[in-house]
């Protein structure tokens, strides 16, 4: 903090920009009087009882409200900012950070009493699970994953359970790695080993099982929430388990064509045609040619879409297992969408 003299009997105090409690900025300096007449000079805003964020040095950017809220509200302190706030700081969720605000205090500990501001949860997260994200205490993404499916809507009982389905789509997004071609940025926000370290540590609690089960269905390569999707279904129907976006080769070894998902072993290729990315007349075009590479080569291409998805992609199944059958293959046991 620096200390310009302003003409007047005290001088203006410049506070960094970032989340600070009122006890953190007496403990550096700042008495009581020195707080309100940096808050008259607007050198200091109070974001709520008790934290206040600094506006800086002159030209220097303002700091996120919200986020110099959730710096005040952990700096220092035993608690972490988790829950749907925590998967929205890591982009897990879409939506932009507001309140209610997620944090976590240790269990057995005083929970945040801030209604309407703050929803406050007790559970002890280990310290390898807490991460510093531009001066916020937050849960890992590994952990956030866990938090976000154990606090999930209940699904029906049993292997198709919703929250296995829920475990997995968030899974496969969290262990994606960025693609450079579509322009992304940035590395893989867990591997498949740190959320099953996160679910070991987090031991015996309810909707643990159905989190171990979906473990060993998560993928790394997904593209999309359908694709996750279809693959639980697939798995569901006891189909075979497919390839994320493997690249098929022509005999040469030149690269021909990449399908969301394949069964190798059978030839199929299968694409899931979003509309955001199949429907403009260049992707139309490529996704025609890419059709006739694949019946070239041998393969059978089955593309499905959001109305196939319904009834757990009961018309998608059907479409797959026709493929399959056409090709050789025999199941093991009765499927479920026959």
């Known amino acids: ?19 600070r409690r009122r006890a953190r900025l007496q403990a550096a300096g700042m008495a009581r009087r020195d707080l309100e007449h940096s808050r008259a000079n607007d050198l200091l805003h109070q974001l709520t009882h008790g934290v206040y964020c600094g506006t800086g040095l002159p030209n220097e950017p303002e700091a996120d409200p919200v986020r110099a809220l959730l710096q005040g509200l952990t700096e220092s302190t035993s608690r972490v900012v988790s829950f749907e706030t925590a998967a929205r700081l890591w982009g897990l969720i879409p939506g932009e950070l507001r309140a209610p605000l997620h944090i976590s205090s240790p269990a057995g500990g005083a929970r945040v009493q801030r209604p309407h501001l703050v929803v406050g949860h007790r559970i002890t997260v280990p310290e390898q699970f807490v991460l510093d994200l531009g001066g916020i205490r937050v849960t890992s993404p590994a952990w956030t994953w866990l938090d976000l499916v154990l606090d999930g809507p209940p699904g029906p009982k049993g292997p198709r359970g919703g929250e296995v389905e829920r475990a997995v789509i968030l899974g496969d997004q969290v262990v994606r790695h960025p693609r450079g071609e579509y322009g992304e940025t940035g590395r893989q ?28 269905l ?28 493997p690249v098929i080769r022509h005999p040469s070894g030149y690269p021909w064509f990449e399908p969301d998902l394949t069964i190798t072993a059978f030839r199929v290729a299968i694409q899931y045609e979003g509309e955001e990315f199949h429907s403009t007349p260049h992707s139309v075009r ?25 009834d757990q992609g009961r018309r998608a199944i059907q479409r797959i297992q026709r493929a399959l059958l056409h090709h050789g293959w025999r199941p093991e046991r009765p499927t479920t969408h026959s």
């Open 1 to 19: 903090m620096s200390t310009p003299q302003d003409g007047r009997r005290r001088p203006a105090i410049f506070v960094p920009p970032a989340g």
């Open 189 to 216: 926000l867990a591997s498949i080993a740190e959320l099953r370290e996160a679910v070991r540590a987090r031991g015996r609690t309810k909707g643990i099982r159905g989190v171990r089960e979906a473990l060993g």
């Open 218 to 245: 998560i993928r790394e390569g997904v593209d999309s929430p359908q694709e996750s999707r279809l693959r639980y279904f697939m798995h569901l129907a006891g189909l075979p388990e497919p390839l994320v976006n």
């Open 286 to 310: 490529k996704d025609v040619r890419r059709s006739e590479i694949t019946e070239q080569l041998g393969w059978i291409e089955v593309r499905i879409t959001a109305d196939h998805m319904a």
